[in-house]
Structure formats: C-alpha cells, structure tokens
C-alpha cells in the first residue's frame, strides 16, 4: 500500500518547514494557516517514535505554531487522529473570527469539503 503523507514528503515544494526528523507542509484544505506536522519515515504510532523524535517534535511544533499564528487566528487547533492515513501526523487547525468553535470547526476542516472563506 502506498502512504499519501511519504508520497508528498518527496516534493520538497510542499514542506514549509522541516528538522531532522518531522516535517510540516500546508494542508490541502481551504483554510489559511492549516498545517500538517508529520513524522518523517513511515510510523504509525506515538510508541514507535524514539526519545530523540520526541524531542526534535517540540521543536517542530514550536515553528508550526509560529506560522499558524502569522494569520492571526483566533484560536489553534491540534489533533491527531491518523484513521484515514495511518502514518503518524498531527493537524494544526486554526479557527478565525466567526467560526463555530470547538469539535464541529475541527470536524470540519479535517472532514472532506471545508467551505471556502468569504
């Protein structure tokens, strides 16, 4: 079976951002400012990943939210849910003025057809 998240970690036009072992690209969603943060390497689980890959995610995370926060959201998002593409990611979901709050916004941009901004 072929990965998705491993097929696009080799178009380096996609990747925003990466460290040693995590990258973070631009969702393909239309919400501005909504990011993949994905391990590097296929693994499937939170177990799998080594002390190191724990660290270096910190790291990772810190630059994710700093470019979330370039659009001035009102609030972030992060979930990790991995049941459609089981490689190990996280989704940093920024919610703006005006949108419904909490796990309906976060159903919404990670389900198909979010709605485009006005």
Known sequence: MTCSICEAH???????????????????????????LEVKGHVEFWHQLTLEQFESYGKALHKGTEIVESYHPEKMYMTAIAERVPHLHVHLIPRYVGQTPGIEHIAKATGPGFPKPM
């Open 10 to 36: 080799k178009n380096p036009k996609e990747i925003l951002y990466e460290n040693e072992f995590w990258i973070l690209r631009k969702a393909n969603q239309n919400l501005e400012g909504y990011l993949y």
